[in-house]
C-alpha cells in the first residue's frame, strides 16, 4: 500500500465538487496532518467540509509530524503545507497532496512527489472513476485556481488514453 500525505486543498476542493470518493479508489488510505485536520475543521471552512472532517470516513488517517521542519524556505507556508511537507519527508511519503504553488515548490525541492487536485481528478478519470470534463466544470464553479492551458492539456491526455 502507497504512503499518501494529503495537504488541505485536494481534501477541500474533492469535498466541494463531490468527489472525495476518488481518494480511497485511487490509495485505500490518506494520512492527513493534524493542522490540516484543523484547518478543514476551521468555522470559516464551508458547512459541507466541515461536516466531512466531523464524521472522518475509515480511509483517513490523522497524524502528528514528530519535529516540524523550520528552514527558512517553508517558513513562509501555511502551517497545513509545512506539517504535510514535514510529515511527507519524516515519513518518507511516495505521495504528496498539495496545490499550493510555493508548498509544492518546497516539496519537490526536498524530493517529494507531488500532485494537486487536477491531477487527482485526471488519475482517477483515466482510472475509469469519472468524467474528467464534468469533475474540471465543477473545480471550476468553486475558488479553485488554475491555469487553463494545465487544465486543457489535462482534458486532452485523458481523451487520449478513452
Known amino acids: ?13 474533492l469535498v466541494l465538487i463531490g468527489h472525495i470518493e476518488i481518494l480511497p479508489a485511487l490509495f ?18 464551508p458547512a459541507v467540509i466541515r461536516n ?11 497524524r502528528l509530524a514528530r519535529a516540524l521542519l523550520t528552514d527558512a524556505a517553508i517558513a513562509e507556508l501555511g502551517a497545513g503545507e509545512t ?10 511519503a511516495d505521495l504528496l497532496l498539495m496545490d ?8 519537490v525541492g526536498r524530493g517529494l512527489n507531488v500532485t ?6 485526471a ?20 475558488n479553485f485556481r488554475y491555469r487553463q492551458e494545465t487544465m486543457d492539456l489535462l482534458l486532452e491526455e ?5
Not at 488519475?123 to 468553486?142: P, S, V
Not at 485523458?158 to 478513452?162: D, F, I, L, R, Y
Open 100 to 107: 499550493d504553488r510555493r508548498g509544492v515548490t518546497v516539496a
Open 83 to 92: 506539517e504535510a511537507i514535514t510529515l511527507a519527508t519524516e515519513l518518507k
Open 123 to 142: 488519475r482517477a478519470a483515466n482510472h475509469g472513476i469519472l468524467n474528467l470534463a464534468e469533475a474540471f466544470e465543477k473545480l471550476k464553479r468553486t
Open 1 to 13: 500500500m502507497r504512503l499518501v500525505i494529503a495537504d488541505t486543498g485536494p481534501v477541500n476542493y
Open 28 to 45: 485505500e488510505r490518506v494520512t492527513l496532518p493534524l493542522a490540516v485536520k484543523d484547518e478543514l475543521a476551521d468555522q470559516d471552512t
Open 52 to 62: 466531512w472532517i466531523a464524521t472522518l470516513p475509515e480511509w483517513i488517517e490523522i
Open 116 to 121: 494537486g487536485t487536477m491531477g487527482l481528478l
Open 158 to 162: 485523458s481523451q487520449g488514453k478513452s
